[in-house]
């Protein structure tokens, strides 16, 4: 299995990020995927989850209105757009696999190698 980000960077406050996520090896429309993050020093903490069809999404407190996640079963890649950053949004953004949706990072299956995303004040 293979979760491959993409989409990373230096951004300003205020601006916006689409990060991506391509799956491989594994029946992808059979999981539910979702984005945690990563500051240096701290937990990896739970962004945002969309189960197998999209129908259903779900988001951090930190992040709701301003991050959306979304799946394109037929690519095989889960999106996470984000708008208004701030400072605060610094971190390595990782991208997980689970059968149910998840918001606790030890019960992924499966987790990409990660994007850094830097954003300046």
């Known amino acids: ?12 406050a205020g601006g916006s990020l689409r990060l991506s996520c391509a ?6 429309n059979v999981y539910a995927m979702g984005w945690f ?3 240096p020093g ?3 903490e739970f962004v945002a989850a969309i ?5 259903n999404t779900y988001y951090a407190d930190a ?15 889960v999106y996470l757009q984000m708008n208004s950053l701030i400072p605060e949004d610094t971190a390595v953004y990782y991208c997980a696999a689970a059968l149910t949706p998840v918001t606790i ?6 987790w990409g190698q990660g994007t850094q995303v830097t954003v300046s004040s």
């Open 1 to 12: 299995v293979q979760l491959v980000e993409s989409g990373g960077g230096l951004v300003q």
């Open 23 to 28: 799956a491989s090896g594994l029946p992808f």
């Open 37 to 39: 993050r990563q500051a």
């Open 42 to 44: 701290k937990e990896r």
């Open 51 to 55: 189960s197998r069809s999209g129908g």
């Open 63 to 77: 992040v709701k209105g301003r991050f959306t996640i979304s799946r394109e079963n037929a690519k095989n890649t």
């Open 105 to 110: 990072a030890t019960m992924a299956d499966y």
